[in-house]
Structures are given as C-alpha cells and as structure tokens.
C-alpha cells in the first residue's frame, strides 16, 4: 500500500522563511524515503495554513524532489479565477514533470471564505462551475465557457498539462453525496473519519463506481491520521500531546475568533487517539493499530500527518 503525507504547514514558534526552509528540507526525505505523495492543505487568515498560496510551495518543491507526487489538498476554486488557475496547474505539471496531483474542493471554513466576501451557501455553485471550467480548459485547446458566473470567449490553451488528458484528480470525502460525485467522476479521495465511519463512505463510493465504472482500476480511497514514531510508547506521546494542542489550536483559531468551535475534531491528543484519528508509539505498536484501521476502514491508501 502506499503511504502519503498531509500537511497543514500550520504556524510553529520558528521564522516563517526558516519554517519553509525547513520544509522543503523534510520533503527532500519524504522524497528519499519513498513516500507516494505530499498533499497540502490550503487555507487563509489562519495560522493553521501558512502556505495560502500551494502552487507557490509546490513550485519550489518540485524543484527538490525527484519521485515524490506533489499538489494541493485543496484548491479551494471559489477564491480563484479558473483561467488563470488552468495556467498555474499546467505549469505545476510541466515543472514536476508529471507528479503534479490536482485536489479541488469549496473551502471548508466559513469564516475564511467571508474574509473573500464569500457567503458559504455560494461556494458549492461557484465551485462546480470553477470546475467545469478548469477541467474544459485543461483538455481542450480552446476554452469556451458561457455561465452564471464565469464568461471566456475563444481563449487560446497554449500551455497544456504535461499528464494526459489532466492531472489526476483529488477530494476530500466527508459524506455520500461527495462518494458517489467522486466515483461516478474517477477522482481519488481522502477521508478524516474514523475507521468505521470510511467504511460506510468507501462502500458508497465502491457500489457507484462498481454501477458506473464496471471493472476499470479504482481511484485511491484514501485515509489520513496524525502519527508519532519513536524509540519507546511514552516518548512518542510526550512529542504527540504538546504538538497536536498547537495543531488544534491553529485549527480552531477563527472559529474561536467567532465564538464558536468545529466540534467534529478532537479536542486534545487522548480524545483523537481514543477516536482513532491520532496514533504514537513505537514502530511495531503503530504498525499495529495502523493495520488494525487499514482493515476495518477498507481504505486502500494511507496518509500520514
């Protein structure tokens, strides 16, 4: 099975330009290590994203690395024109040459999106559409494009993708609607639930493709945990607690900022351990549990945080 990497680049107590150097540095033995994937999360205004512009990171990740697949996780298309995104994209698959994977979605936070002057029950729309557009400028050379939102008239494609007909695609799955929307279009998702709860979405996501896509290779069903390795059980939760009560506290920062808090995440290390979303110990006990929700989840790729 192959193993991946979600990041936030969340703020830490270190430069932000040492933060990314040191990054970049990390990546380079991701890299070396045979890592499939890093994904990245976009986000704004928050200091659980520090890279609010991915394709910037990438862009000098491609460049220090060699096999590793790159992209973000997500765009969040409402906050882009889709022209000038197809561009970004393209570029970021030519400069990979070919390890450019293109996660799409709405922008989950609604505070974020308000900060673009976004009313949260607009995004889904603005996001179909952007998409439209993105994946007709991606595959045709010619893009034209008439809707509620979007108009362009004859624009000429002249770079293109260098992964045929685009580069794969990527979504975060958080319900059915998001299952059978990813299986019926052959995209790859990630899921943050619960071993039990992906099963249920994975299933979804399995009958439709089964109806739809008949026996053709399944896209990767994807499950992400937060992860600490070390010489015994007790280091590795003494590393964990500390670094996941930064992590939740950059997550909830706008929420908080607003009086209000995203009660689906786990409060504190114990609580995620105990929900099975966070796992530390020595390498044969994460081995262990990891096997463990690899079973009952049905995923069929791991991602680590």
């Not at 799955?173 to 071993?195: F, Q, Y």
Request: proline content about 7%.
């Amino acid at each position: 099975m192959d193993i991946g990497v979600f990041d936030h680049l969340d703020r830490r107590n270190v430069p932000l330009d040492e933060h990314y150097a040191s990054r970049l540095r990390l990546l380079e033995k991701y890299d070396a290590a045979g890592f499939a994937a890093y994904h990245l999360a976009e986000h704004h205004a928050t200091p659980l994203g520090m890279a609010p512009a991915p394709g910037i990171f990438l862009a000098a990740a491609t460049q220090r690395t060699r096999r590793i697949r790159l992209g973000p996780c997500v765009y969040c298309l409402p906050l882009y024109d889709p022209l000038r995104l197809i561009e970004e994209i393209c570029m970021l698959d030519q400069m990979s040459r070919g390890r450019f994977d293109l996660g799409v979605g709405r922008g989950i936070v609604p505070y974020e999106m308000a900060y673009f002057d976004l009313h949260p029950f607009e995004t889904e729309e603005i996001y179909r559409e952007a998409l439209e557009v993105i994946l007709a400028g991606l595959t045709n050379e010619v893009l034209e494009h008439r809707g509620p939102r979007y108009t362009y008239r004859k624009v000429p494609m002249v770079l293109r993708p260098f992964q045929k007909p685009h580069p794969p695609l990527w979504y975060g799955l958080g319900h059915d609607r998001g299952a059978e929307w990813a299986a019926t279009n052959g995209v790859h998702v990630l899921s943050n639930h619960p071993a039990e709860g992906a099963t249920e979405l994975f299933a979804r996501y399995r009958d439709v493709w089964h109806r739809k896509q008949g026996s053709a290779p399944m896209p990767k069903l994807g499950m992400t945990r937060h992860v600490v390795v070390a010489a015994t059980d007790a280091e590795a939760e003494a590393i964990a607690r500390p670094n996941y009560a930064t992590w939740y506290a950059n997550l909830t920062k706008l929420w908080r900022d607003f009086g209000s808090t995203p009660i689906r995440f786990a409060r504190d290390f114990d609580e995620a351990r105990q929900r099975g979303l966070a796992v530390a110990g020595t390498a044969s006990r994460v081995r262990e549990e990891l096997e463990r929700q690899i079973a009952v989840s049905t995923c069929t790729y791991l991602v680590i945080r």
